[in-house]
């Protein structure tokens, strides 16, 4: 199976920051690579898809790149409402993988 | 509106057994994978299986975590999808969500609310 390694594993900032989420996976999978943001006691909700594309209603201060191995998921200016957990997960095989997820705390 | 909603959650005694169902509306759902995602108390999501449209031969596929013990199944019919677990574990205690498959990229588009089982004796 797949792997995927997100960093850091938790990461403090403040609002209005411009924070970058890095997720690697063991190995090549193009483009199908998917960001989840997950608030305590919710289900996730899909923020990005196919590495870059913007979910339908997600803000745009979310942005993602990357192919192949290396991901970044960037939120520009840090608003109250996006602190939270978000995981990477692969799409490329039958197996489906998360990242074990990257919490984001306010400082 | 997209809705998945998940029911069947309970507290079992291990090596018993427990079907969840995942009531969909919204979406044409015979169209559509359906998966199942758990997430342990505090832990991170793990995947644990889909099932695939009558189109794709209601092809499934598993976790190797719960491979030869959880089977999912679904009723177009009655927009529903199972996912039947036996034997379960101590560490089969979780949430279990309900997620629609997108189309291209192997994305997780709609997600239900999540229900809980616990595995204790």
């Known amino acids: 199976d797949i792997q995927m390694t997100q960093s850091p594993s938790s990461l403090s900032a403040s609002v209005g920051d411009r924070v970058t989420f890095t997720c690697r996976a063991s190995?090549?999978?193009?483009?199908?690579l998917n960001w989840y943001q997950q608030k305590p006691g919710k289900a996730p909700k899909l923020l990005i898809y196919a590495a870059s594309s913007l979910e339908s209603g997600v803000p745009s201060r979310f942005s993602g790149s990357g192919s192949g191995t290396d991901f970044t998921l960037t939120i520009s200016r840090l608003q109250p409402e996006d602190f939270a957990t978000y995981y990477c997960q692969q799409g490329s095989t039958i197996i489906r993988t998360f990242g074990q997820g990257t919490k984001l705390e306010i400082k | 509106e997209v809705q998945l909603v998940e029911s069947g959650g309970d507290l079992v005694q291990p090596g018993e057994s427990l079907k969840l169902s995942c009531a969909a509306s919204g979406f044409t759902f015979s169209g559509s994978s359906i998966h199942w995602v758990r997430q342990a108390s505090g832990k991170g999501l793990e995947w644990i299986g889909r099932?695939?449209?009558?189109?794709?031969?209601?092809?499934?596929a598993y976790a190797a975590s719960v491979n030869g013990r959880f089977t999912i199944s679904r009723d177009d019919s009655q927009n529903t999808a199972y996912l039947q677990m036996n034997s379960l574990k101590t560490e089969d205690t979780a949430i279990y969500y309900c997620a629609r498959g997108g189309s291209s990229f192997g994305h997780f588009a709609s997600w239900g609310q999540g229900i809980l089982v616990t595995v204790s004796s």
């Open positions: 190995q090549t999978i193009d483009k199908y």
């Open positions: 099932i695939r449209s009558k189109a794709n031969n209601y092809a499934t």
